[in-house]
Nanobody, 118 residues
Framework: QVQLVESEGGLVQAGGSLRLSCAAS????????MGWFRRAPGKDPDVVAA????????YYADSVKGRFTTSRDNAKNTVYLQMNSLKPEDTAVYYC???????????WGQGTQVTVSS
C-alpha cells in the first residue's frame, strides 16, 4: 500500500506562483510514474502533468505547458508541481497519483485546494 501526502494548496492571485509537493511512503518510489490531476468545480478530472519513475520523461497538458513544471526527488520519495503564472481557471482540487507497473498499483493523494483569484 502506498500513501501519498500532499502539501497544502492555497489562495494566490492571478499571475502568482505556488508549489505543491507529494510525499510517498514506499520503498520503491522510483518504480512509480507520478502524475498530477485536478478537478475544477463542475468539471471532470483532468491530468495536469506526469513524470516517469526516473524523472527523465515528463508530460504536460496543453493548458499548463510553459507555466507548470513537475519534478521528483527519488531520494526523498517526493514529487513536486511548480505552478507559475497562475490563472483563475487553474482553480481546482489537485491530486497526486502514483502508478506502478501493474494495473492495481494505482494510488491517490488526498487532494489539495488551489484557488486563484482574479
Amino acid at each position: 500500500q502506498v500513501q501519498l501526502v500532499e502539501s497544502e494548496g492555497g489562495l494566490v492571485q492571478a499571475g502568482g506562483s505556488l508549489r505543491l509537493s507529494c510525499a510517498a511512503s514506499v520503498h520503491t518510489f522510483s518504480r512509480y510514474a507520478m502524475g498530477w490531476f485536478r478537478r475544477a468545480p463542475g468539471k471532470d478530472p483532468d491530468v495536469v502533468a506526469a513524470i516517469s519513475g526516473s524523472g527523465g520523461s515528463t508530460y504536460y497538458a496543453d493548458s499548463v505547458k510553459g507555466r507548470f513544471t513537475t519534478s521528483r526527488d527519488n531520494a526523498k520519495n517526493t514529487v513536486y508541481l511548480q505552478m507559475n503564472s497562475l490563472k483563475p481557471e487553474d482553480t481546482a482540487v489537485y491530486y497526486c497519483n502514483a502508478r506502478g507497473s501493474a494495473w492495481f498499483l494505482n494510488y491517490w493523494g488526498q487532494g489539495t485546494q488551489v484557488t486563484v483569484s482574479s
